[in-house]
């Protein structure tokens, strides 16, 4: 009977260790793909920035990723079929001493697009001068 009870216990444990081994990444964290931005900003890659693809200005957010410590934001959950551009919107996560200035990157977002990414996987978003601010400046 010990034996039994020590096998199911057994059989519980790497039960729960294998879903638990299944989670997803952290929200808005995407492992790798094909299908990704990098950010960069000044000729450096920009980590921790939230990048929101919607079809519209006004449009719902059809995917949203953040950007790895290379810049790299990776996408999974793409329309199909995509619109003929994605309208971006990035917010900075960052607690490095620095965010995305609203008053820069609301007027570069209102122009830039996105192609769509079967027709283009790998995209760069090079922000505008003065779309980093420290934070330090602000006091």
């Given amino acids: 009977m010990a034996v039994i009870a020590r096998y199911s216990v057994m059989l519980l444990t790497g039960a729960l260790l294998t879903f638990a081994g299944c989670e997803a990444t952290p929200s808005g964290q995407a492992t790798e793909s094909e299908t990704f931005v990098t950010v960069v900003y000044d000729g450096t890659p920009l980590a921790n920035v939230q990048v929101l693809l919607k079809p519209s200005a006004d449009g719902v957010t059809l995917d949203r990723s953040i950007t790895n410590e290379r810049g790299v934001a990776y996408f999974h959950e793409l329309p ?40 283009s996987p790998q995209q760069t978003i090079e922000l505008p001068r003065r779309a980093v601010q420290s934070l330090s400046s602000i006091r």
């Fill in 80 to 119: 199909s079929p995509e619109p003929e551009s994605y309208v971006i919107e990035m917010e900075s996560i960052s607690d490095g001493g620095w965010m995305l200035k609203a008053s820069v990157m609301d007027k570069f977002c209102d122009s830039f697009r996105l192609e769509p990414f079967s027709a």
